[in-house]
């Protein structure tokens, strides 16, 4: 086994990467770890981290703030492409790896570490989007992936790993559930999970709001406003990225908002369950492509449509550091210069309920679509239209009928 004498470590604090430090310490022979943690957005989670890394064996660790840059060039893009994973899952786990990659590697390269570690599991989506995001940046460096290495089989087997390290834990092998949180969601897979037979215990799971068979009695109405396409206000207050997320979340949360069950086609081939929870995200992908229904035509809308699922399989196969990827985003930014509005909005028990939509760039003409009396739409002209549209199937009939008399 080669030496390293300098190892990043991507760092959360988590069960994997609470007992990575001592292994790497145990199997490369006096390496130091330099831990990294990224801060997008998950809150107490990184309270007490610097502590227990310096006393699992980090040599250092780095917090680095990066919620406003997560949510302004990683949220806000991947929002704007209205891009859903298999049309459900509004990828908050994915689109939080490549900036935390990134970072990771910028990192490495000012320590001079010859390699870099992470603890992604062999069967996951993660190490895919850790490694690709790494190599963007430092194509050469070695990454050591514990998981596929190690004796370690189960996340049993790291809890007594820790408890032998004396590694202090947060989770029992009764609640360790694998969990990812960022501003934007939080997933929840592992245990019970893992039969799709087994109903969620949400009075358990859930921990940014509540079902919604617990939600309020009484609706509660949003306001949310848009400028090309980048949402910047709630109830007409202005706010920044992060805010707004936070204030949505919160708003989504009481009220049963952002709840998914779903079992995924993970990239490396298995299926997936997981519960995710997203409830400002649920409320803003809804709000954004209501305003859309307003604001594009027929032909781009459409065209959106389907690139919006290429985009999302990029972002969900860990690939945003690509030419691909760049390229989707310049035609997504092109198609918001005229999403600017407000869209309103009743969450209430799980559910959205559109009130209103309006824009200073809107497409809906009432005069043009009304049932009523109007002077600017002849229904006369429909008629040439049609036969003029259906010109190729009129002339594939008379073909057709032609030669059946014929035989």
Known sequence: MKNYRKIVLAYSGGLDTS????????????????????????????????????????????????????????????????????????????????IIAKRIAEIAQKEGADAIAHGCTGKGNDQVRFELGIRAFLPDIPIIAPWREWELKSRDDEIDYAAAHKVPLKVSRETSYSKDKNLWHLSHEGLDLEDPANEPDYDKILELGVSPMKAPDVPTCVTIGFAQGVPVSVNGEPMGGVQLIQTLNALGGANGIGILDLVENRLVGMKSRGVYE???????????????????????????????????????YGKW????????????????????????????????????????????????????EDAVYDQKDSAGFIRLFGLPQTVQAKMTQKTKGAQ
Request: contains cysteine; proline residues 4%; aromatic residues 10%.
């Open 321 to 372: 550091f690509t030419t691909a990827r760049a390229a989707l985003s310049a035609f997504m930014t092109e198609t918001q210069k005229t999403v600017t509005g407000e869209v309103t909005l009743k969450l209430y028990k799980g559910n959205l309920i559109p009130v209103s939509i309006t824009s200073p760039y809107t497409l809906y003409d009432e005069e043009i679509a009304t049932f009523g």
């Open 19 to 98: 007992v990575i430090i001592p292994w790497l310490k145990e199997h490369y022979e006096g390496c130091s770890v330099i831990a990294v943690a990224a801060d997008v957005g998950q809150g107490a989670e990184l309270d007490g981290l610097t502590e227990k890394a310096l006393k699992t064996g980090a040599s250092k660790l780095y917090i680095e703030d990066l919620t406003e840059i997560f949510v302004n060039d990683y949220v806000f893009p991947t929002l704007a492409a209205n891009a859903k994973y298999e049309g459900k899952y509004l990828l908050g786990t994915a689109f939080a790896r490549p």
């Open 278 to 316: 997203t409830p400002g995200g649920t409320i803003l992908y809804e709000a954004h492509e209501l305003l859309e229904s307003i604001t594009l035509d027929r032909e781009t809308a459409h065209l959106k449509r389907t690139l919006s699922d290429q985009f999302a399989d990029l972002v969900y």
